[in-house]
């Protein structure tokens, strides 16, 4: 009869050990299994990273757009592309002139041999903004009109140097002078190096508001990482 009994004993231990499996031992407390206890943890580290990551990028990159409008003026090149800016019934705005007076110091001195206009016109329009800015550079600085170019069709940074961008290659030109207000360097140099040019800015002496550095810095910081030609394209 002993010898029966032992088998049973055997089984019973193995049944307190399972027991003891399924429902705990007198160890403590059974902890929580799976990614229940870690999950709502470990999302708030990731977005605090993303957080700071996305802190420094912009950062960084607002250093960029401030240290960029703190440029000297004294870069020269084949051509120069004055961005294009508000004009009213053929008369260019002041932030225009600004931009038309200094390309055509930079033609005065040498550092230009052709002065391209940029800049299409809005609905209601009777000229284009590169159109006035040809009569003004004409007719005000007196360059003549075989060293002037115009893009009339752009209406955004992108779209005016890429289409300057071509017809300028067609004339076997890739190295020019943006001429543009400071706050605007950076992005304008990203554009148009973007679009296949070799490109140094030359800015006017407008001041460069921190409001205008802030709006640049989400548009540069985006474009860096998308492309410009994407950026336009989501901007319309």
Do not use: C
């Not at 999950?39 to 420094?56: N, Q």
């Not at 870069?75 to 002139?97: D, E, F, H, K």
């Not at 961008?165 to 190096?193: C, K, M, S, W």
């Not at 800015?203 to 492309?227: F, N, Y």
């Amino acid at each position: 009869m002993r010898h029966r009994m032992m088998p049973m004993a055997r089984r019973a231990d193995a049944s307190e050990g399972m027991a003891d499996d399924e429902y705990g031992s007198d160890a403590g407390p059974s902890r929580p299994r799976g990614r229940g206890g870690r999950g709502p943890g470990l999302k708030i580290r990731l977005l605090a990273l993303l957080a700071l990551v996305a802190s420094l990028y912009f950062g960084v990159t607002f250093t960029q757009v401030w240290w960029a409008s703190q440029a000297e003026n004294d870069a020269s090149a084949p051509a120069a592309i004055v961005l294009g800016a508000a004009q009213y019934n053929g008369t260019p705005s002041p932030v225009l002139r600004g931009r038309l007076d200094h390309a055509a110091e930079l033609y005065a001195a040498d550092a230009v041999e052709i002065v391209t206009v940029t800049g299409g016109g809005q609905p209601g329009d009777v000229t284009t903004e590169a159109k006035t800015s040809y009569d003004y550079l004409r007719d005000q600085a007196g360059i003549p009109d075989d060293r002037l170019r115009l893009e009339v069709d752009g209406t955004s940074t992108y779209e005016e140097l890429a289409a300057a961008a071509r017809f300028l290659r067609n004339e076997g030109i890739v190295e020019v002078v943006l001429v543009t207000d400071p706050y605007h360097a950076r992005r304008a140099q990203l554009v148009a190096n973007e679009v296949g040019l070799r490109a140094s800015v030359s800015t006017t002496d407008a001041p460069a508001p921190m409001g205008r550095l802030i709006r640049e810095t989400g548009a540069v910081g985006v474009g860096q990482i998308i492309s410009f030609r994407r950026l336009e394209r989501l901007l319309g």
